[in-house]
């Protein structure tokens, strides 16, 4: 859409069911705060709204874990992620919840609405239902294994692994989330939405009207999704969370989280058009508004056919000109997840890494997974700080402000007549805004990020062709020019680095003391204006925007996510059953005994396995043992073992072992020899 008459911008709603890290921030929070930003900069009419997400089945299954309610899961959850997008400065105009009043009735009013145009289809259809925890399995309720892919830790909604979207019957082998019972099918009554009635409208206006204007990721989701087949998809669930379904005869059923969830976007609208005093419906219901929706990439499917499906149906709502979603961002080349502590947690960060929120941004925004998975290394973090932002952004600022300090005591010099290097430097300046601006309005984050970071380049290397530190003495008139050019660059800078480092600009605007010009900076002005900061402005002393980062503050995090990868692997860990029993006479016949390998060498053409020559005590005998890919042969020459000597020899690879090296195995396949504390001689008997 060209020329809208106002914005409505909205990002996901975050699970209340833990708290934020990296992967929410970098998918979905800092692309749409950058957007807002730049928008708001250009003094465009925004609304940027979002909220918590109160009613998944993710927070009852929280909620039975720890024997609390869901609310008090939630509220503590709420304050959490409220708190740490304040933090980092994630500038919503309005944070709401699903439980707040106005959501449970603006969901209800569209529930109706689309109930009494006769938009859903009424069905008694079998559903999984959990008889020892006497209730029926919403989708998260349920895992097994996908029939498309094969994964067993498939959902009753969507396999993670593939990406298919699934009903809770179609699972193989399904399992209760709450027993671990095998589940039964039961009949139950729901409303449908009738997706598959929709194709033909979803075909033309994704597949034809969007195919050069939607990120690749997302149209080739909503392709992949519309030409499999659409099906009806139920709307509502039995369950005891969420909001009612407003109609009779729906007595123990609520809403379906991805029904009600997304017109958590028009009730938070709602919230802020009240609390400041305007009309809501302008920007949900006027064609002359721009609805962008941000979100990570297993949300595609909700927000590209689901919700307009819902919108369309209703009539009265527009429909989303962009639905600009990210991939997943990995962690030191793992996928990231909180049920395994594998993540980077916004609160825990700023407890190790205070007042550096825009250092996070920063590296989030270069590494952003736009159009595919992309990994998140606290190696590159350190680099992305010492290197670009210390060595390149705040070298150039501390230069320009340490310099007009130090010459003209902070007040901006009188330009003398400019060189063509001088004009060509702001020209570019002009130039490189009109840039990053094309490249945020076709949401190219990390390519916009990497412009903005030019104009820091430029600045040093204008100084350094420069030197006006060589010149103050020889040539100040020439000075003073530079100076000025330089002035300009830094106070373009702290405008348009505001959407991707918004506590760096806000530090550089005080230092520029920006806020006692005449008239406020914007976007647009960069462009337009010939001279940002006139002569004879005065500027505050110099402050560091940036400090480097030591080797040993990113070598604690490694620990702490080494450590992290250690727990799992004991929390993870899977005994063995325990095998049929024996009597005790038949494990009296083995005869182990204390022994010392004598030597050891590969046996040939045999990837796994050693020929050993150990000494029981008894004799000296020669044991193949299938270890060689565990120990090499020359570190376990003197090891005291565990052998059973009475084995019935066998002929392996052509040599004859008599007897077996006794060995424990962990859960990652590593072996460790089974011996004994004292040093016993060897022949001494184990029993």
Same mark, same amino acid.
């Given at each position: ?184 099918? &039961?009949?139950?009554?729901? %409303? !449908?939405?009738?997706?598959?009635? *929709?194709?033909?409208?979803? =075909?033309? /206006?994704?597949?034809? #009207? ?42 123990? &059923?609520?809403?379906?989280? %991805? !029904?009600?969830?997304?017109?958590? *976007?028009?009730?938070?609208? =709602?919230? /802020?058009?009240?609390? #400041? ?411």
């Amino acid at each position: 859409m060209k020329n809208p008459k106002r914005y409505t911008i909205t990002a996901a709603l975050p699970y209340t069911n833990g708290p934020i890290h990296i992967g929410h921030l970098a998918g979905v929070y800092i692309p749409a705060d950058i957007y807002t930003r730049y928008l708001k900069l250009n003094q465009k009419d925004v609304v940027f709204v979002c909220g918590s997400d109160e009613h998944g089945v993710p927070i009852t299954i929280k909620a039975k874990k720890e024997g609390i309610t869901p609310q008090q899961v939630v509220d503590r959850y709420n304050a959490i992620i409220k708190q740490s997008f304040e933090d980092f400065g994630i500038q919503f105009d309005n944070y709401s919840r699903t439980s707040a009043e106005v959501h449970h009735e603006t969901a209800s009013e569209f529930f109706k609405t689309l109930y009494e145009n006769d938009k859903f289809i009424e069905e008694t259809t079998e559903q999984l239902y959990d008889a020892e925890a006497k209730q029926f399995l919403a989708d998260r309720f349920v895992t097994g294994t996908c029939p498309k892919c094969g994964n067993e830790e498939a959902y009753g909604d969507q396999c993670e692994k593939c990406g298919s979207s699934l009903n809770a019957t179609d699972l193989i082998q399904p399992k209760s989330a709450i027993t671990g019972n095998t589940p039964s099918l &039961k009949e139950t009554k729901h %409303w !449908f939405l009738p997706l598959d009635q *929709y194709s033909n409208w979803l =075909k033309q /206006w994704i597949l034809n #009207e969007h195919k050069n204007d939607w990120k690749p990721n997302v149209y080739g989701q909503c392709k992949s999704w519309i030409e499999d087949g659409l099906r009806p998809r139920a709307v509502t669930r039995d369950l005891d969370w969420g909001i009612p379904v407003p109609v009779k005869n729906a007595e123990g &059923k609520v809403l379906y989280v %991805w !029904f009600d969830a997304p017109i958590g *976007y028009i009730s938070s609208t =709602k919230e /802020w058009a009240k609390r #400041e005093q305007k009309e809501w419906e302008p920007y949900w219901k006027d064609q002359d508004t721009k609805l962008v929706h941000f979100i990570g990439k297993d949300n595609i499917v909700f927000h590209c056919i689901i919700f307009p499906v819902m919108l369309k149906a209703h009539g009265d709502y527009i429909l989303p000109d962009n639905v600009p979603s990210n991939e997943f961002l990995n962690l030191e080349g793992q996928k990231l997840s909180t049920s395994k502590n594998w993540a980077v947690w916004l609160h825990e960060y700023l407890d190790d890494f205070p007042n550096q929120q825009d250092v996070l941004r920063y590296t989030l925004t270069a590494n952003a997974p736009e159009t595919k998975d992309n990994d998140f290394t606290w190696k590159d973090f350190q680099t992305r700080n010492n290197s670009e932002l210390v060595g390149i952004f705040g070298n150039f600022i501390n230069r320009v402000v340490v310099l007009t300090n130090k010459y003209y005591q902070g007040l901006i010099p009188e330009k003398e007549e400019l060189t063509k290097v001088d004009l060509d430097t702001l020209k570019t300046l002009k130039e490189s805004t009109e840039d990053i601006s094309q490249s945020i309005e076709l949401y190219r984050f990390r390519e916009a990020q990497a412009k903005m970071m030019n104009i820091a380049r430029l600045g040093n290397k204008y100084l350094a062709d420069e030197e006006p530190w060589k010149l103050q003495k020889t040539n100040p008139e020439r000075t003073r020019s530079i100076m000025y050019v330089a002035i300009q660059i830094a106070a373009g800078l702290s405008i348009i680095s505001e959407p991707f480092l918004p506590f760096t600009s806000k530090k550089l605007k005080s230092m520029l003391s920006l806020n006692t010009l005449e008239n406020e900076l914007s976007w647009s002005l960069i462009s337009n204006l010939d001279e940002l900061i006139p002569p004879k402005h005065q500027i505050n002393s110099a402050e560091l925007l940036f400090t480097k980062i030591e080797d040993d503050t990113i070598q604690r995090q490694l620990d702490k996510l080494k450590q992290t990868k250690q727990d799992n692997l004991h929390d993870n860990s899977v005994v063995e059953p325990q095998k049929e029993e024996v009597s005790f006479d038949d494990f009296s016949k083995l005869d182990i005994r204390t022994a010392t390998i004598l030597a050891a060498e590969k046996m040939p053409k045999a990837k796994k396995l050693l020929k050993l020559k150990v000494d029981t005590g008894l004799d000296q005998r020669t044991i193949v043992s299938g270890i060689a890919e565990h120990f090499k042969p020359e570190d376990i020459v003197g090891k005291k073992v565990s052998v059973i000597v009475n084995l019935k020899p066998i002929k392996l690879r052509g040599t004859l072992s008599e007897g077996m090296i006794l060995m424990a195995t962990d859960t990652k396949g590593d072996l460790s020899f089974v011996n004994i504390e004292n040093n016993f001689g060897n022949g001494m008997i184990i029993s």
